[in-house]
């Protein structure tokens, strides 16, 4: 028989709702925060239906096994390692895989903070799960919230816990923007990385991931919101930015370890960056007149 909750050796909280209420007319709580959030080490038969969606934003992260979730005629797996977050008021079911039941840590957030973050995520209808960088650091985040609610709702446990999850909604945004581990998109970023003082061809760059330059460039536009060329001047600017603020290098010295032959090109390219020359950022930055 389907069930939502009741699981052995569980974790659940649930913050009263006329706390939450006052909650969300608090000066720190109103922008974030946490109305429930739990742990299930394993939930065979778990099914949630929300066919008119709730009014708090869901994340879940599956630790193990395999779930799924709907939206509208569409089901969608969910396995180990894997993230999913529900914005409020979307009509949605989500459930345990049968053969192979999911572990799950989730949380419940309201608030304008907690709205913006999941845009920042960015749930989409045909692809709403998106690999965990780094599992271990977001369930940290969820038991460290759980950890303070099971505590009670102080106003002190309320603000633990909505800084546990303000953190964990931006990780999960930083995980769903940068590219799975292996993909052409990474793999571009990481040559890019590993030579940032080299010239490189857009044409060159998606023949060696396997993809068409128009291609990689539509990637890098979705997930940078700017070109592969741009990327690479970034990361030079990047890399001219920590020269100029540890390390006592000329201006020329810094052009050429930043892929630039050409000292006054390279001064001029980082004013137009930076509304400032090299020597002017670096004077301002440590703190001279």
């Known amino acids: ?8 050796e569980q974790r659940l909280v649930a913050v009263p709702r006329p706390l939450v209420e006052a909650a969300l007319q608090q000066p720190i709580t109103r922008r974030l925060v946490v109305t429930d959030a739990g ?3 394993q939930a065979p038969d778990h099914l949630v239906a929300r066919p008119e969606g709730i009014g708090e934003h869901v994340a879940i992260l599956c630790t193990s096994g395999r779930g799924w979730v709907r939206f509208g005629e569409r089901r969608h797996p969910v396995g180990s390692g894997q993230a999913l977050v529900i914005p409020a008021t979307i009509p949605h079911e989500y459930g345990s895989g049968a053969e192979d039941p999911w572990a799950i840590w989730w949380v419940h957030a309201a608030g304008k903070d907690a709205g913006e973050l999941v845009s920042a995520i960015g749930p989409r209808a045909h ?6 960088r780094v599992v271990e650091r977001a369930v940290a985040l969820i038991d460290e919230a759980v950890t303070s609610l099971e505590r009670g709702a102080s106003a002190a446990t309320l603000i633990a816990a909505s800084g546990a999850v303000w953190k964990l909604l931006a990780q999960l945004a930083v995980d769903r923007i940068l590219p799975p581990p292996g993909s052409p998109l990474q793999r571009a970023m990481a040559y890019l990385e590993a030579r940032v003082e080299s010239r490189v061809r857009v044409s060159e760059l998606a023949a060696m991931v396997g993809v068409s330059p128009s291609h990689l460039t539509a990637l890098f ?25 540890t390390t006592g290098l000329s201006v020329s010295e810094i052009a050429q370890d930043s892929g630039y032959g050409d000292a006054l090109y390279f001064s001029r390219h980082f ?7 090299p020597t002017e950022y670096r004077r301002r930055e440590h703190g001279g007149s």
């Open 1 to 8: 028989m389907p069930i939502r909750d009741g699981f052995p």
């Open 127 to 132: 692809r709403p799960t998106f690999e965990i």
């Open 39 to 41: 742990y299930f080490p």
């Open 221 to 245: 536009g979705e997930a940078t919101g700017g070109g592969v060329l741009a990327y690479h001047t970034e990361l030079r600017m990047a890399r001219a930015r920590r020269l100029l603020d």
């Open 271 to 277: 004013r137009k960056h930076h509304a400032l020359s």
